[in-house]
Every structure is written in C-alpha cells, then in structure tokens.
C-alpha cells in the first residue's frame, strides 16, 4: 500500500471517531473495500450481511440459553429460605426466631433440630443448583460481550469501507458520459450510503446489547453473591444457634448433675465421719484390754511341764529298748561266729 493511499485511511479513521478504528484495522477495511464491486449490483446487498446476521444471532442465542435463568425465581427462593429460618419455630400466637428461647429438653430440641435441618438441607441444595446456573450464565454472558465487542468492530470497518468506496465512487461521477451512466453512479451512491445507514443502526443496536449483557451479568452476579451469603452465611450461622442451644442445655444438665454429685458427695463425707468415730471408739475399748490373760498362761505353762515330763519318759523307754535291741543283736554275731547257740546266761 503506497503512502497516499495509507493516509486516506488514515483520514477516514480520524474522521470518523465514532468508528473507533486504528491504523490496525487499515488492512481489514482495505479486504472490505475489496468485496464492493460497483459492476455487481449484488455485492452491495451481501456486503456486511454475515456481521449483520451474527449481531442478530447473540441477541437470539442470549434468548435461548437464558430462558431458563429466572432471577425472579433464585429471589423467590431466597426469601423463602430466610422465611423459613425465621418462622421455623412460629406458634400460632408468638412468633420466634428462635425456637430453642422456650424451655426445651435436648432430646426435644434435637429432634425439632433434625427435621428443620433436612429441610434446609434441601434448600441449600436448590441455592447451590441456582448459584451454580447463574456463574454458568455470567460466563456465558461474557462470551456474548466478547462475541458482541467483535461484530461491534468489524461493522466499524465495513462502514469505514464503505464510506471510502462512496468517496472513491463520488469522485468518478464527474467521468460519467452521459444522463443514464451519471444516473446508475447515484443509485450506487444511494445504496452504498443507505447500506451506511444499516449497518449504524446494527452498530447502535450492538452498542445497546453491550449494555444490557454487563446489566444482566451484574444481575447475576450479585443474585449470586446473595446466595453466597446464605449458603455460608445465614444457613451456618442458624445451625452454630443451634449447636449453641444444644451446648446450653447440655450444661444445665451438666450442672443439675454437678449439684447431685456435690448432695451426694457431702452425704458420703458425714457417713464417712460417723464410721469412722465408731471404729476409733472401738479400737480404743480393744486397746485398754490385756492382750493375754494370766489363767491362760498359767495353763500354758502346765500343759508344757507335763509335756516336757512325758518326753522325759518316752526317751528313757527308748533307750531301754535300744539297749536290748544291742544285746540281741551281739548274741546273734557270736551264734554266727562260733557256730553254736550261745545261751543265756
């Protein structure tokens, strides 16, 4: 590209701020020019049509993929849920906030505790299911923006182009030779300058959707950010009241049982006092009384006398015996020695 030519974009660029373009977009506004044939009286009416038709697609394509993203219904489902936790404990008369402000035992507290919990549980699950649809749908948004930003700008260059090539046209009028050539030139003009027009009504339309995918993304957003809040926020805090509540009970009872502990503790002390003065008094009496009594020593000491006289006996017999035993035996050695009965003497 020669540098006169370069400096025509240029100015088309610079006159046309609208447009926002650069000298980047000098070679896509040139490939535009290039689809403009003044001798094909079709090319105008295709010129631009695949951007025109993709701009008309997102703004089906958004219909279609959020039809099913109700922020009504994720709304619905939040004031349901905080309803929920704050009349779970309603009387027909009083309502609470709290039901556990009654006096309650644990095992009717848990069991109050148990069937709103799996009932939360299920809301919990639907936030989560909407929390989830809504990033899903501000991804996708984002998408479109980026998709739209890019149709955005290339319906910037064929406009460029296209007010270059009625430029290019315009000058060549003045070489028409005659009424119906000059004629066929300003229909041209005409369309090219109607299809201008078109594609700045597109361009206006992207500019508007533009703003209507950042509101929605930020719908979505904060929808989810208040979803956020209770799933992590309002949900566990209402179950901490509850483990509280629990707690609290658990430590009446704790302290009812301390107090019985103590009534039982001070019963067993004075019993434990009384028991042991009666033994004290006991062992006292059983300590002045002598151990032995002199009559049972008295009999001792005979049973042993008469012990020792009858050991005394006992042993004499024996040793008379043995005696005869000896002589018996030495008259048998003599018998054997001699062969012959000794007799006695």
Known sequence: MNKDKEIEYLKVIADNPTLELDAADIPKIE?????????DINSITKYGLDTQKKMAEISQVMINNLNNSSIDEVDDTLKETISYLYGIDSDDNDRRILFWKRKNDTVA????????????????????DHQ??????????????????????????????LKMKTDEIRSKRS???NAVEDSWINNIIDRLERKAVELELSRTISM???SQIRMLQTN?????????????STIPLWKNQIILALGAEHARQAAVTD?????MTNRLLIRNAENLKMVTAETQR???????????????????????????????ENKSKRDDVERELERIGQEMKFGVLLEDN
Request: glycine share 2%; with cysteine; hydrophobic share 40%.
């Open 31 to 39: 490939s535009s020019i290039a689809e403009l044939n003044s001798n």
């Open 109 to 128: 507290i848990r069991k109050k505790y148990d069937q709103a919990s799996k009932n939360v549980d299920q809301i919990a699950k639907a936030l989560e």
């Open 132 to 161: 989830v649809r809504l990033i899903r749908d501000c991804a996708f948004l984002n998408q479109m923006y980026d998709m739209n930003q890019e149709y955005f700008r290339q319906a910037g260059i064929k406009i460029a182009a």
């Open 175 to 177: 070489l028409a030779e």
């Open 208 to 210: 508007q959707q533009a």
């Open 220 to 232: 979505f957003a904060i929808m989810a950010d208040k979803l956020q809040s209770t799933l992590y």
């Open 259 to 263: 107090k019985s502990i103590n009534e």
């Open 286 to 316: 059983a300590a002045g009384d002598a151990s032995i009594d002199p009559k049972t020593l008295a009999e001792t000491n005979r049973l042993l006398i008469e012990s020792l006289d009858e050991v005394a006996r006992i042993q004499s």
